[in-house]
């Protein structure tokens, strides 16, 4: 956890006259170059090569084409099952949902703020994270908009819109890829910084996931979806933006697809049948654009805890645990170590 002097220390407002080279009002002596954006031409030609990001070696994406499908709570969850499995892997999350940040909430970092200018990772349930909310103040919400209501939640950093145009949003993603530092306080033996980056990317095939598949050297990515039909002119963006882009695809994880109620143990499917029936709409869609069969590499059922979990900021995959074969919570324990399983696997062996 972060040591009490630093929890309200206010470094950093979005308004005033900050410059476009530096939204982040990061120290000038940070002698990290950052690679340049091409605005123009097609998806790949004229890029400069992809880099490593510093201190990291596995970076993996967690994508999603829609909001809401629960890409933050499994890229959370995803990072603890990597550093809970047998190869005690250092992990971090970096959260580039910079217009709607939720790891702090998720990983029980809500209103943590970064000393000035930092940009180090904090860490909770021994996972570092970075997000752009640990870079706003709360301050800054609760002045220009006061609450009226005495009973609602007092404004968290999380809050703070982010009311960047699009370069300044773009800079600001390439310092927090590229000049966080991942080597703070994450040691093992004689090796430092993280065997795994997760990144928590915004849904949709915005400016900031292209920026982050042209610029960054990634290992893994996985698109997280809900299994209906109007999901999948999404996915398939998705995946065609990742093609064009060269990036490793590991699959599709569906997402609250079923329940399993509690009475009768059955599961019960809430958009348009089993995904595994081959009659199936959404199941038909994904074959189609070749994602089916074993790229579907893990389907978590709807859990009440799950989600209660990450309100109170302890993911699920640390606390849950689940009585008999049937229980909602150690199905979805089950698929979601399947899933950190099935990635680690794939970029284990990567070289480059
Ligand atoms: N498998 C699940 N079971 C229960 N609730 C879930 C599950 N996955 C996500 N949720 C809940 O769904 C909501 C949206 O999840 P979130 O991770 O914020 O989505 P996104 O990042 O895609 O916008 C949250 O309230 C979260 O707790
Ligand atoms: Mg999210």
Not at 115 to 137: E, F, K, R, V, W
Not at 171 to 194: I, M, N
Not at 199 to 221: A, E, H, N, R, Y
Not at 306 to 312: I, L, P, W
């Amino acid at each position: 956890m972060l040591p009490a002097g630093l929890w309200r220390r206010r470094i950093f407002t979005a308004s005033g006259s900050r410059k476009h080279e530096n939204p982040l009002g990061l120290p000038s002596n940070n002698t990290r170059s950052l690679p340049q954006i091409p605005r123009r031409g097609p998806i790949s030609r004229g890029l400069p090569p992809k880099r490593k990001i510093p201190n990291v070696k596995r970076v993996v994406l967690v994508s999603s084409c829609k909001g809401g499908v629960g890409k933050s709570t499994i890229a959370t969850n995803l990072a603890v099952s990597l550093s809970l499995l047998p190869q005690r892997l250092r992990v971090g999350i970096l959260d580039l949902d910079v217009f709607g940040p939720s790891i702090p909430t998720l990983m029980g970092l809500k209103n943590v703020e970064e000393p000035d200018g930092a940009l180090i990772p904090i860490t909770n349930h021994s996972i570092p994270t970075m997000s752009m909310a640990y870079l706003l103040s709360s301050a800054s919400h609760s002045s220009s908009s006061p609450s009226t209501n005495p009973d609602s939640e007092p404004p968290t950093n999380e809050d703070t819109p982010v009311v960047w145009r699009g370069l300044m949003v773009q800079k600001a993603v390439q310092q927090l890829l590229f000049q966080t530092d991942w080597s703070a306080g994450v040691s093992q033996g004689a090796s430092s910084g993280l065997d795994i980056l997760v990144v928590d990317l915004p849904p949709g095939t915005g400016d900031i996931p292209l920026s982050v598949g042209q610029l960054v050297d990634v290992d893994s990515t996985i698109i997280i979806t809900t299994p209906d039909v109007l999901s999948l002119s999404d996915v398939r963006r998705g995946v065609s933006m990742f093609r064009k882009l060269e990036i490793p695809l590991t699959g599709l994880v569906i997402n609250n697809g079923y329940f399993i109620c509690p009475n009768c143990t059955e599961r019960h499917y809430l958009f348009g049948g089993n995904p595994n029936d081959s009659e199936n709409m959404f199941t038909k869609g994904v074959k189609a654009m070749g994602m089916d069969g074993d790229r579907i590499i893990g389907e978590l059922p709807l859990v009440v805890d799950v989600g209660r979990g990450g309100e109170k900021g302890i993911p699920y995959a640390l606390s849950g645990r689940g009585v008999g074969d049937n229980d909602p919570g150690k199905v979805w324990l089950a698929a979601m170590t399947s899933v950190a399983e099935r990635i680690w696997g794939e970029i284990q062996f990567n070289t480059n």
